[in-house]
C-alpha cells in the first residue's frame, strides 16, 4: 500500500482549542495575580480559631415549637415564591422566545434577544430592590423578581432549543393545510416540551436558593428570618433557619431530578 494513502492520524488538539485553553490559563493567573489573595492569612491558627469559635455559637439550634411553626410558615412562604415565580418566568419565556428563535423575522429576533438578556444580566437581587421600590416589602416583590430574571434565562434556553426543532414535521403539517400555530402545537412543540421542562424544572431548583437570599432584602421567606435573627445575634435561632433552608434545598433538588429522570426516560 502506498504510504500516501495511509490515514493520517488525528490531531491531539486542534489550534482553537488550544488557544482557548490557554485564554482560559491566562485569566486564571491574572485573576489569582489581580485579587492578591492573602492565603496565609487565611488558614492561619488566629483565623481557624475565630471561624471555630463562631460557628460555635450556633449550636445547639433553637427548636421551640413557636419557632418552628414560624420556620414552617417561612419555608413554604419561599416554595411558594420560587414556584410562581418560575411558573411565570416559564409563560413568559415561551412568549419571548417565539420571536427570539426568529420566527416572526430579523427585528423581532433582535428586539426579543436584547429584552432577554436585559433580564437576565440585571441579579434577582436587584430585580428585588426595585420591586420593593414599586410593590413594597414582601413575598410579592420577590416572586416578581424571579420572574423577571428568570423569564430572561428561560426565554433565551427555549429559544436555542425551537431553533434546533426538525423543521420537516411542522413543514409537513404546512403543506398538507394546517394552519402556523396548529403546525407549532403539534409538530414543533412536542419535539423539545420534554426538554423545556427539564430546563424549567432546573432553573426551579436555583430559584428555591434564590428565594431564600432574596429574604435578605426584605422579599419575605427564610431569608428575611435569618437576616432578622443574624442581626440580633440570635445565633441558634439562625442556625434553625438555615437548617430549614437545607432542607428545603434539598427537598425540591430531589424532587426535581425525579421528574427530569422520568421526562427523559
Not at 460555635?56 to 439550634?61: G, L
Not at 404546512?174 to 394546517?178: E, P, Q
Not at 427539564?198 to 431548583?205: A, H, I, P, V
Given at each position: 500500500m ?5 490515514p493520517?492520524?488525528?490531531?491531539i488538539i486542534?489550534?482553537?482549542t488550544?488557544l482557548?485553553?490557554?485564554?482560559v490559563?491566562?485569566l486564571?493567573?491574572?485573576s489569582?495575580?489581580s ?7 487565611l ?12 460557628f ?6 433553637n427548636?421551640?415549637?413557636?419557632l ?5 410558615y ?5 416554595l411558594?415564591?420560587?414556584?410562581l415565580?418560575t ?10 422566545a417565539l420571536?427570539a428563535?426568529g ?10 434577544r436584547l429584552?432577554?438578556?436585559?433580564g ?10 426595585i420591586?420593593?421600590i414599586?410593590a ?7 416572586t416578581?423578581?424571579l420572574?423577571?430574571?428568570t ?6 434556553l427555549?429559544?436555542?432549543?425551537l431553533?434546533?426543532?426538525s423543521p ?5 403539517l ?5 394552519g ?7 409538530a ?9 421542562l ?8 436555583n430559584?428555591?436558593r ?23 445575634f440570635?445565633?441558634?435561632?439562625a ?10 434545598v ?8 425525579a ?7
Open positions: 502506498n504510504q500516501n494513502t495511509l493520517k492520524a488525528p490531531a486542534s489550534l482553537p488550544l482557548t485553553l490557554l485564554g490559563l491566562a486564571t493567573i491574572a489569582f495575580v485579587l492578591a489573595i492573602d492565603w496565609r492569612n488558614f492561619s491558627v488566629e483565623s481557624l480559631a475565630s471561624t471555630w469559635k463562631f460555635q455559637e450556633f449550636a445547639p439550634m427548636t421551640a415549637s413557636p418552628l411553626q414560624k420556620v414552617l417561612a419555608s413554604l412562604e419561599t411558594a415564591m420560587s414556584a415565580g411558573g411565570i418566568a416559564a409563560i413568559g419565556g415561551i412568549i419571548m420571536p428563535s420566527r416572526f423575522g430579523k427585528p423581532a429576533m433582535y428586539v426579543s429584552l432577554l438578556n436585559i437576565r444580566a440585571i441579579p434577582e437581587l436587584v430585580w428585588a430592590s420591586m420593593l414599586a413594597g416589602l414582601g413575598p410579592f416583590a420577590g416578581i423578581a420572574a423577571a430574571h423569564t430572561g434565562v428561560l426565554g433565551r427555549f429559544a436555542e432549543a431553533e434546533n426543532a420537516l414535521p411542522e413543514s409537513t404546512r403543506t398538507n393545510g394546517a402556523a400555530v396548529a403546525a407549532f402545537l403539534f414543533t412543540l412536542p419535539q423539545r416540551l420534554p426538554q423545556m427539564s430546563y424549567t424544572l432546573y432553573r426551579w431548583e430559584n428555591i434564590a428565594a431564600a437570599i432574596l429574604g435578605v432584602v426584605g422579599a419575605g421567606g427564610l431569608g428575611q428570618m435569618l437576616k432578622y435573627h443574624l442581626s440580633l440570635q445565633m441558634q435561632t442556625a434553625t433557619v438555615i437548617v430549614a433552608m437545607l432542607l428545603l434539598a427537598m425540591v433538588d430531589g424532587l426535581s431530578f421528574i427530569r429522570r422520568w421526562l427523559v426516560s
